[in-house]
């Protein structure tokens, strides 16, 4: 028995269990095993729950109730009741999931063995109890006849006065409902004694919480006739409940008011939050004050200061008042939608929606895709009209979204086409909805997964159609041409995407203040453009990116992960530009900007760093922000065979090379070119700078080895000339032809080593603006060997 409790699979356990349990009834000496039921129903029971957790569930109930036969025998102390009431709440939770009928047959024996010393002792028995009390009110209400229902009735009462007496409103609701019921059968002196009674809970507790309770009373009074001679005093009784009536009429007058700070939130949601938030605040404090907290005003207060402080970016604050919501409308169930204004599900399932709003703000992608799916599975469960039901694209875009920033792009693009199928299928459905600005959003954000997944063809597919969809002058049309632009964009071709910016731009400028997140991104992936294309277009790239952050930070304040990506764009251009004192601090802004940012983003940013810092010669710190960039793909990227693996492991070696560190920068330069040659077959100038590098290092003195520094020197120049004869516009073949101008110059041939600097010279300033220190640093050497004389 002890091993299958220790044990962690369930069939293994079970197989314990068996054998256990076979010893147990089948002794070979039974005067040797004390207490033999209470050992032969624990192991029932540890077999039971195995069964249940393996979805085995007649099993589980055979031996549940194995267990309940042997313990209901011997009922003696507190510990074999507390011991029978668990495993009945046991046999409840497995005929709940089953929908098996067993439970019925010990339910009311398990009511009449509850009393206040086992529910102190078993506190999770609330649950149960009052989910046996609420399908039994059910039940009656349809079942049975006056005199049963009253009887059964008054057992619920007793019950409930056993476990949970200080719910005043339940307890005050039996006492009317029992009276109700005597009334019907004609037994009006015990009616009025269970009136009497609930109108002195109301008196007693519930006073200032709500007046609904005291009409219902005086109403079932009015009922029974309040000339009955049954009734004991009944001058006296009158009095009484005019009195506490008449005293409830400022409690109307309160509704009211509470009421009109309700309705005054309501008209200034949409032009000033602010007072709407002050106006709810004051209703809510009216409700608390004066009546139950738990109506459907108070629930819809909580849901619209909840989505004012979603608008003031206040997250954790909305997520507060959207679960106080959610808590008000399940306990608001039971009231009939006929009746009632508001449609409970309805707001109950867009209270899910935003929280999942929410959860997709705070990076939490799985909570947010859980609430998404939760309001899906509300709405669909329940009969409402179709015309209410146009937020459900936003779950299904929703969803679609969160799977594209967790890069599960099929996953992505299943719900993105829901979300279509849903519209058009609505489309049909609805007297009101047309859908064509949802439909372009989504065919928008579906093309952004095609893009992530290179698929372009089929980006600019869906792209095209939302011309097609939305008229010429569409206020949301920019969006299609700033995606384009993207679609161009990713595949570096850098003029068509400038064009469809351009016209994106053009657009968005008519609608301001409209959409200025994407106006912005627009400005900010055209500064993109611009840091990839020749030297002359730097200063539009600039132009363009600091004119992005201004309306980010002028407007956008809270968009810190655009804000931070501008400022890295913009220390990507200065470093182009040579300007690394101005480049290296606007990467420590975009990295503040980034601080509760866990994304690759972080190693790219300590990538820059580790360059700019390396290009001033600070090769410690140089080494530092490689390293720190290396560990941040390390924990995002699955692995590091691949080109940004590649890339780092190059600059850690070229750092570690100008430390001195030969042998680790000789490991770290060969697992480079290890990886390069794995990833692709292709000609690339990333492997000439690798063969490079492993020559240079080859060529130090304290390791010189010149087969192997000739070997990588002579491939780094046939891949050289290689782009030179196809006329490849290379950016940074200077950079390389310098490395190989450093060999020669380790190994003391100046005339070759002159001749590869003057190479490097000409290609750096075809690449590098005149004024880049790398230019007037080679200058300088080429001078000093010009001076110096040669070996004939």
Known sequence: SCCGCLEDNHRRARDFFLKALFIYENPIDISNIDNQDYYVSQVSEYLAERYYYDLDDDQAISYIRKSIQIREKSLSTIDD???????????????????????????????????????????????????IIFSKRNYLHYEFNENDSTDNLLELLETT??????????????????????????????????????????????????????SLIYQSFNDIGLNKEHICNKTNLIKQINYIYDSTIDLTEKEKQAQN???????????????????????????????????????????????????????????????????????????????????????????????????????????????????????????????????????????????????????????????????LTHIKSSKLCDHKKEIASCLTDLSCVYIDKKEYKRALENLEKISMILPDDDIDLGDSFLFIGLSYMEQKQYTYAINHFQNAIQHFQKHLPHNQLNYALCLSHLGTCYSNMHKEYYQNGIDSILKAISIYETNLPDNKSNIA?????????????????????????????????????????????????YKKFEFQEALSSFITSMQNYEKHLS??????????????????????????????????????????????????????????????????????????????????????????????????????????????DLRQSQKYYEIALKYMKIDKIHSHPDIQRIQNIIDELTKTPKTP
């Open 81 to 131: 009741k507390v011991n029978y009431v668990k495993s009945l709440m046991k046999l409840w939770k497995f005929c709940e999931k089953s929908n098996e009928n067993i439970w019925l047959l010990y339910q009311d024996e398990f009511i009449r063995l509850i009393d206040i010393e086992i529910f102190q002792l078993i506190p999770e028995l609330k649950d149960l109890i009052d989910e």
């Open 161 to 214: 006065l056993k476990t949970d007496e200080n719910n005043h409103e339940k307890i005050l609701q039996f006492h009317i409902d029992i009276g109700i019921e005597y009334t019907k059968i004609n037994k009006i002196k015990w009616a009025s004694q269970h009136f009497l009674k609930a109108l002195q809970i109301y008196k007693t507790f519930l006073l200032n919480n709500n007046s609904k309770y005291l």
């Open 261 to 423: 700070y309700f309705d005054l939130g309501e008209k200034f949601m949409s032009n000033d939050i602010d007072k709407s938030l002050e106006y709810f605040l004051k209703c809510l404090e009216i409700e608390k004050n004066y009546f139950q907290q738990n109506n459907l005003i108070s629930a819809i207060c909580h849901q619209n200061i909840a989505s004012i402080f979603l608008n003031k970016f206040m997250y954790d604050i909305a997520l507060e008042h959207y679960y106080k919501s959610l808590d008000i409308y399940e306990q608001n169930f039971h009231i009939q939608q006929d009746n009632n204004e508001y449609n409970i599900k309805l707001l109950y399932g867009k209270c899910h929606c935003n929280i999942a709003r929410i959860y997709h703000k705070q990076n939490l992608y799985d909570k947010s895709t859980e609430y998404f799916l939760r309001t899906i599975k509300i709405m669909e469960e329940n009969n409402i009209p179709s015309d209410n039901l146009c937020f459900l694209s936003e779950c299904y875009e929703g969803i679609g979204l969160n799977f594209y920033r967790k890069s599960q792009y099929d996953l992505s693009i299943e719900y993105y086409e829901k979300c279509l199928n849903f519209l």
């Open 565 to 613: 990506q501008c400022y890295w764009t913009y220390a990507f251009i200065l470093s182009k530009k040579g300007k690394y004192d101005e480049a290296i601090p606007n990467v420590y802004k975009s990295l503040e900007f980034r601080l509760n940012e866990d994304s690759i983003n972080i190693g790219l940013s300590y990538n820059l760093l580790g360059l700019c810092y």
């Open 639 to 748: 692995d590091l065979y691949n080109e940004i693996g590649a890339s780092i492991f190059l600059d850690i070696a070229t750092c570690l090379l100008r430390l001195n560190n030969y042998e680790y920068s000789l490991a770290y330069a060969t697992k480079s070119l290890d990886i390069r040659d794995e990833i692709s077959t292709s000609i690339d100038l990333q492997k000439a700078e690798c063969h490079s590098l492993l020559a240079l290092i080859y060529s130090q003195e304290q390791i010189q080895q010149d087969d192997k520094c000739n070997t990588h020197c002579v491939k780094a120049l046939q891949l050289l000339q290689y782009f030179i004869m196809n006329g490849d516009d290379i950016e940074n073949i200077g950079d390389i032809f310098a490395i190989i101008a450093e060999i020669f110059l380790n190994i003391n």
